[in-house]
């Protein structure tokens, strides 16, 4: 058995990045004690941003107002949206999902309502 094999035998299931939502399975995936999977250029990337190795969907020690999404901190109130489900995002990081057509939260992954939407319109005309 080759490098390679051993190192997909841990990957039964379907491959989901739970920082950037790509499917795209690459050699330098990794999972985290907590379960959860991500690219490692993702978690290098937030550790950049952050200063801490932490996993990223893991609520524990997650202030309150960081976006679901990128996990970076939503300094000004105008930046921020808080949807129905109560996971809070940066505006444009909505935007964002929408765009590419996600439809679901990407932290609880219940589904965006037009409640959402209405209140992200209305937010965007504040801007």
């Not at 490098?3 to 939502?21: A, D, K, R, S």
């Not at 250029?41 to 990128?70: D, M």
Request: include cysteine.
């Amino acid at each position: 058995m080759s490098n390679e094999e051993v190192m997909f035998l841990h990957c039964t299931e379907p491959f989901y990045c739970g920082f950037c939502q790509n499917g795209k399975f690459t050699k330098t995936d990794t999972t985290l004690a907590c379960g959860h999977k991500f690219h490692l250029g993702c978690l290098v990337k937030r550790y950049r941003i952050h200063g801490k190795a932490s996993c990223p969907k893991c609520t524990e020690g997650k202030p309150r107002f960081q976006c679901s999404h990128c996990g970076i901190q939503i300094l000004r109130k105008r930046e921020g949206i808080e949807l129905f489900c109560q996971c809070v995002y940066h505006i444009l990081c909505v935007k964002r999902l929408m765009n590419a057509g996600i439809r679901n939260c990407t932290w609880c992954r219940k589904r965006f309502n037009l409640y959402d939407y209405t209140e992200l319109n209305e937010s965007r005309n504040k801007l």
